[in-house]
């Protein structure tokens, strides 16, 4: 129990630190740093209510700890919907914020707390409750920890271990909001401007929390997370990655069912998936693929048919466990769209199973809908009752599992990345070089006379041309610095396959990000040219001086098609609204 104690603790704390409290924390901030209870016209602030912040926040881990244990199972046997309580959390967030921009309804919503405390709704009446619906509607990062609750309660597990776990890591959680809660309280107290002027931080606050609100429901939030880089991955992965605590965990659920052995002797001794997962970037005898099973449903399939492992053989597959509020699953998403629609008349498969974090995301309707707006175009398997999850002895989101056309597992990767090093094993199955194009040859070893972005397939295709400073080998603009933001110059002359930029750009190590004039220049020879774009505004597309139409880009990375024509050395020139992020073309 100790281990387990000491597990959820570190994980919670590192997820109250992650980039997926962005969407709760102007709630907190707001029922904590601002004073309860309305002011009259002319009357000085209250000091602030010490006990508040411990009491929110209490509030908001309490609800998240209970309804994560048995929210499933309770909704579930009153026949309610599934993404019910999110609403409520929602709906209280919203209402909340109008109390705040109109004092009318601010003091109809404080009258019912009058009763239950002796000193009025200026203290701490209220608090509690305000917290219970945050927490209602905090969707935190899942890791190892997580994924083993909500599995573990979603299928009836529940016991000892999982409740000193659940508990522990709300606990853990509660620490970094708790610093946050108290930090603004005490910023909100000493700052003169903000005491003097409390009416008008009232309805400021109010207005922050209704975009908060209307953020959250229709999925801005998720954007926004997607945007800060997962800075806390690295930390995830040493708590609950660690030898120790996966043996922890593992205590909690059942014996996996044995796997069967005896496979071509060729392919080397046969590995466990985690033994497999610790060496991504070659090939391996990982066993036999797990059938999918105890599917609801299926997503993307002709007539939305289900999919086997045994009708898929002869073809690579590319099993990959998902679900659509996690924001680290979003952020493999351009990768598995990209290679889906790079790789599929090749022979791959990429099939999504996705296996719900919460419960609003059990919803089929809801899974639908959002796979629709984050570009997922390939099979998903809607795997609610977390069957073909347990079959896998799958524990994280994101993770995949990469099949031969034997129905045998020869990668495994848990998280994000790996990128690169997957693509090579997907070609490679394929019996195609190493990262090209379908139906190309390999890329010619870079000459050192020549700038590195100038490498052209031996057929004349370009080849495939990463933009994120990772990966970029093409740019003829060898001047800027990862992560700042600066204006560019595009030369008069590009050369083939080379990319220049022009106007302002923020370089990062997976995107570019565009700002005020930014253009994108491209000289390249393919039929077909695809871009991953991000973010919301018009790319205007021009070729050799000839203006095509225009494209609107809005959501989560996905593969664009720029341009559909037999092209030799051709000057592609994209014009990008302020906001839009690029990531890779890739050509066909």
Not at 187 to 203: C, D, L
Not at 216 to 227: K, N
Request: aromatic fraction near 8%; hydrophobic fraction near 45%; proline fraction near 8%.
């Amino acid at each position: 129990m100790l281990t387990l104690t000491l597990i959820g603790l570190l994980a919670g704390i590192v997820t109250g630190l992650s980039p997926c409290i962005l969407p709760v924390l102007p709630a907190v901030l707001a029922t904590t740093a601002i004073p309860a209870g309305l002011l009259k016209p002319g009357e000085a602030a209250p000091p602030p209510d010490r006990r508040r912040p411990f009491i929110v926040i209490g509030g908001l881990v309490t609800s998240f700890a209970l309804f994560t244990l048995i929210g499933g199972s309770l909704l579930a046997a009153l026949g309610l919907p599934a993404d019910l309580l999110r609403n409520i959390g929602i709906i209280a967030m919203l209402v909340v914020g109008i109390g705040f921009l109109l004092p009318a309804v601010g003091h109809l919503l404080e009258r019912p707390f009058a009763r239950f405390s002796r000193v009025g709704p200026r203290r701490s009446g209220s608090a509690f409750l305000f917290g219970a619906t945050f927490g209602l509607a905090f969707v935190p990062c899942a890791g190892p920890v997580l994924a083993t609750i909500t599995v573990l309660a979603a299928t009836n597990q529940v016991n000892a271990g999982l409740i000193v776990l659940t508990v522990a890591f709300s606990v853990g959680v509660a620490i970094p909001l708790l610093a946050f809660a108290l930090a603004g309280q005490q910023m909100a107290s000493r700052i003169s401007v903000i005491r003097s002027h409390m009416p008008v931080v009232r309805r400021v606050t109010g207005a922050v929390l209704v975009a908060t609100a209307l953020a959250v429901a229709w999925g801005f939030s998720d954007q926004l997370q997607r945007l800060v880089p997962s800075y806390v991955a690295s930390a995830q992965q040493q708590i609950e990655g660690n030898p120790a605590a996966k043996a922890a965990l593992g205590s909690l659920q059942a014996a996996p069912s044995p796997v069967a052995t005896g496979l071509n002797a060729a392919l080397g001794p046969q590995r466990s998936f985690d033994e497999c997962s610790s060496a991504p970037e070659r090939l391996a005898n990982c066993g036999p693929a797990p059938a999918f099973t105890g599917i609801g449903a299926w997503l993307n399939t002709p007539g939305n048919a289900p999919l086997s492992l045994a009708g898929l053989q002869g073809k690579v597959v590319l099993v990959d466990f998902w679900t659509y509020s996690c924001i680290n699953c979003q952020r493999t998403l351009p990768y598995l769209t990209a290679w889906d629609a790079k790789y599929r008349e090749a022979g791959l498969v990429v099939v999504g199973v996705h296996s719900p974090e919460f419960a609003f995301e059990r919803d089929i309707a809801n899974v639908t809908d959002q796979a629709a707006k984050l570009g997922v175009r390939y099979p998903v398997a809607i795997d609610n009752d977390f069957a073909t999850w347990q079959n896998y002895q799958q524990r994280y989101w994101p993770a995949h599992y990469l099949i031969d056309q034997t129905g045998t597992v020869r990668q495994v990767h848990y998280g994000e990345g790996a990128y690169d090093q997957t693509e090579a094993l997907i070609t490679q199955l394929l019996g195609m070089p190493e990262t090209a194009p379908p139906a190309t040859t390999r890329t010619p070893a870079p000459d050192p006379d020549r700038p590195q972005g100038e490498l052209a397939l031996m057929s004349g295709r370009t080849a495939e041309t990463y933009l994120g400073s990772a990966r970029a080998d093409a740019y003829v603009n060898r001047d800027y610095q990862a992560g700042a933001s600066r204006a560019f110059s595009a030369p008069s002359q590009i050369p083939a396959n080379a990319v220049a930029l022009s106007g302002t750009w923020t370089v990062e190590p997976e995107r570019i990000t565009a700002g005020s004039q930014a253009r994108l220049l491209l000289r390249y020879s393919a039929n077909v040219a695809h871009l991953v774009l991000a973010g919301k505004g018009r790319v205007g597309i021009d070729i050799n001086g000839r203006p095509q139409p225009a494209i609107d880009v809005k959501g989560a990375p996905t593969l664009y098609t720029l341009h559909v024509a037999p092209e030799r050395d051709a000057l592609m020139t994209l014009t990008l609204a302020p906001g839009v992020s690029a990531y890779a073309f890739t050509f066909g």
